[in-house]
Structures are given as structure tokens and as C-alpha cells.
């Protein structure tokens, strides 16, 4: 194999992990791993989001190089502003499920023969939470196949322009992919394992991460789609 192939490669893998640290690809996976209570769900809501973001660039690539199709500024702009959209929406889901979770209601007690009234913060119900695995996949996955729209633009221009064999340019997207996809993986542990733990014991605390994901993810969705065209 080429020496400039395999450093080609080596160089797309790297990016992808790289890839994965985006802002709204954070923000993104952060809500969704909010809504999770268990370690190894929030890792696979990880790597399905890469495997949609993965079959997205692979798709545009393919499509450019095959059919010669184009993705226009304008496509790029709508895409981005449609990705800022679905922030706003997992963001604003995040944070009515986790205000949806905080009971107030007061208690009276008696100090000194007299009577007080406090009010008091329950978080959550009396129920458990069930987490079901094989339901995790669905929306991470059309969540990373809109990243991947999104960003297929710049990412496959770059690549023909620089590779010339198709073969290659498929090869460096997919190698892209990967490598964005074991980062999001890994980025989905290090968020939900704080709020596995939560789920644990301190569920004041995961309701407090879970407002923090969703305050962050809809303030970067109102970013995209206020900001200019290809911001």
C-alpha cells in the first residue's frame, strides 16, 4: 500500500476522534446520554450515533464520486440549521423531563408548641426506570446521520480534492468514520458514567446534569440557527 495512503489514513483516523469533541456534537450526545441511567446504554447510544454519522459522510461520498452530485452552500446552510433544530428540540425534551421530575410540597412540623410549614424538593417517583437496550439505538442514530449531512460538505470536497483515487477517498471517510465513532463512544462514557452514578443514589444530581445538558444543547441549537449562513 501507498506510504501517503497509509499516512493519509492514520491522519483521517485521528481527525475522526478529533471530530467527535465538536461542540454540537457534544451537546448532542450529552442530552441523549442525560436521558440514560446505566453505563453501557449511554456508551451505545455512542457508537450508534457514529454508525449514523458514519453511513452519512460514507453515503455523500459515494454519491459525489459516483453520480457527481454536489452539496450546494445552500443545502450545507439548511442542513446545519436543521441540526441546530433538533438541539433546540432534544435540549427543550431534556430539561421538561427533568423539571417534569422535581415535586414540591411542604411539611409541617411543630417547634416549641408552635406550628411550621417547610417546603421540600422530591426528585423523581417511587418507580424505577427501566432501561431497555435494544431501544437505545434509534434516535442517536438519526441524530449522527443529520451530523453527518451536515458536515459531509466540507468533508468530502476535501478528501477528492486531495485523494485522487475513489477508492481511497472511500477508505479515508470510512477510516474517518470509524475513528469519529470510537471518540463519540468514548465521550458517551465519560458523560453518562457521572450520571450512572447519580442514578445510583444522588438523583438530585443527575437531574442537575440533565438541566445542564439541556440549558447547553438548546443555547448552541439557538447559536446555529441565529448565526450566519455557514457558520
Known amino acids: 500500500m501507498d506510504v501517503s495512503l497509509v499516512t493519509a489514513l492514520g491522519l483521517g483516523l485521528l481527525l475522526g476522534l478529533r471530530h467527535a469533541l465538536d461542540a454540537d456534537h457534544v451537546a448532542a450526545v450529552s442530552t441523549l446520554v442525560a436521558r440514560e441511567r446505566g453505563f453501557v446504554p449511554s456508551c451505545l447510544l455512542g457508537a450508534f450515533w457514529g454508525a449514523g454519522h458514519t453511513l452519512a459522510l460514507l ?56 406550628a411550621h410549614r417547610h417546603v421540600h424538593v422530591h426528585v423523581g ?57 470510537a471518540g463519540m463512544l468514548l465521550l458517551s462514557g465519560l458523560v453518562g458514567l457521572p450520571v450512572a452514578l447519580a442514578a445510583g443514589g444522588a438523583r438530585r444530581l443527575q437531574t442537575a446534569i440533565q438541566i445542564v445538558a439541556g440549558i447547553g444543547s438548546v443555547a448552541l441549537g439557538i447559536w446555529m440557527l441565529a448565526g450566519p449562513a455557514g457558520a
Request: cysteine-free; charged content about 10%; glycine content about 16%.
Open 59 to 114: 453515503g455523500a461520498g459515494i454519491a459525489v464520486i459516483t453520480f457527481k452530485l454536489t452539496i450546494t452552500p445552500g443545502l450545507e446552510d439548511a442542513l446545519e440549521r436543521t441540526v441546530g433544530l433538533v438541539l433546540v428540540l432534544l435540549g427543550g425534551h431534556v430539561l421538561l423531563r427533568a423539571l417534569g421530575e422535581l415535586r414540591v410540597h411542604g411539611h409541617e412540623h411543630t417547634h416549641g408548641g408552635g
Open 125 to 181: 417517583s417511587p418507580d424505577a426506570a427501566h432501561v431497555h437496550l435494544f431501544r437505545v439505538g434509534g434516535r442517536p442514530f438519526v441524530v449522527g446521520l443529520l451530523h453527518g449531512l451536515a458536515g459531509s460538505a466540507t468533508l468530502t470536497l476535501l478528501v477528492l480534492g486531495t485523494i485522487a483515487s475513489p477508492i481511497s477517498a472511500l477508505a479515508y471517510i470510512l477510516v474517518f468514520g470509524i475513528g469519529s465513532t
